[in-house]
């Protein structure tokens, strides 16, 4: 598994005229050197594939209905490693909980069809976002964040005894599917109006 780390970046510390740092998202590893940047919005989405975050908020902004403020109750990921027609691929299940703090512009009450499409909104979200940081980390940055390799060493170990030492090469052409399930746990939400 390619490990990350915090990346910091130095800021104005206004009130006391000096420079500060600052968490600003994370750094890739690859074979133990920097091979990209991940911004924060991107860092949460790997922790959302990873199901390793834990008391985290997050607004998202769903067409349609605006911003739309979550408390994550839980997350959980599952992944599924192997061969399909004797090529690899890795899928990877996101299960996720949430609580609803606000909608912008939102009625004080939502009909179950309105959280219903909240509901689908939030899925088709994640799975935008989640799919395509996984095409970037596997496909672009070639960096095995999630431990695919060793999954693939577990479940088909004679295939990946045959490409182990060109794993670099192999890793970008695993086709790769994020599904994610979202759950919405209490829809008891501030309505907050946000004029244009």
Same mark, same amino acid.
């Given at each position: 598994?390619?490990?990350?780390?915090?990346?910091?970046?130095?800021?104005?510390?206004?009130?006391?005229?000096?420079?500060?740092?600052?968490?600003?998202?994370?750094?890739?590893?690859?074979?133990?050197?920097?091979?990209?940047?991940?911004?924060?919005?991107?860092?949460?989405?790997?922790?959302?594939?990873?199901?390793?975050?834990?008391?985290?908020?997050?607004?998202?902004?769903?067409?349609?209905?605006?911003?739309?403020?979550?408390?994550?109750?839980?997350?959980?990921?599952?992944?599924?490693?192997? =061969?399909?027609?004797?090529?690899?691929?890795? !899928?990877?299940? %996101?299960? *996720? @909980?949430?609580?609803?703090? /606000?909608?912008?512009?939102?009625?004080?009450?939502?009909?179950?069809?309105?959280?219903?499409?909240?509901?689908?909104?939030?899925?088709?979200?994640?799975?935008?976002?989640?799919?395509?940081?996984?095409?970037?980390?596997?496909?672009?940055?070639?960096?095995?964040?999630?431990?695919?390799?060793?999954?693939?060493?577990?479940?088909?170990?004679?295939?990946?005894?045959?490409?182990?030492?060109?794993?670099?090469?192999? =890793?970008?052409?695993?086709?790769?599917?994020? !599904?994610?399930? %979202?759950? *919405? @746990?209490?829809?008891?939400? /501030?309505?907050?109006?946000?004029?244009?």
């Amino acid at each position: 598994i390619d490990p990350v780390a915090p990346a910091l970046s130095v800021v104005d510390d206004e009130p006391k005229e000096a420079k500060g740092v600052q968490i600003s998202g994370v750094a890739v590893m690859q074979d133990d050197r920097i091979c990209g940047y991940l911004d924060s919005s991107e860092a949460l989405m790997m922790l959302v594939l990873d199901g390793n975050i834990k008391q985290n908020e997050i607004n998202v902004p769903l067409e349609g209905i605006g911003n739309v403020g979550l408390y994550f109750v839980k997350c959980d990921s599952k992944k599924n490693v192997g =061969l399909r027609d004797g090529s690899p691929y890795a !899928d990877i299940a %996101v299960s *996720l @909980r949430f609580d609803i703090n /606000e909608i912008q512009n939102a009625p004080q009450e939502l009909t179950p069809e309105e959280l219903e499409k909240i509901r689908q909104g939030l899925e088709l979200y994640f799975e935008q976002s989640c799919d395509w940081l996984l095409g970037k980390l596997t496909h672009e940055m070639c960096s095995d964040v999630f431990g695919i390799g060793r999954e693939m060493m577990m479940r088909e170990t004679a295939y990946f005894k045959s490409v182990s030492d060109r794993w670099r090469e192999i =890793l970008p052409t695993v086709a790769t599917h994020v !599904d994610v399930e %979202v759950q *919405l @746990r209490r829809s008891g939400h /501030e309505s907050v109006q946000i004029s244009a």
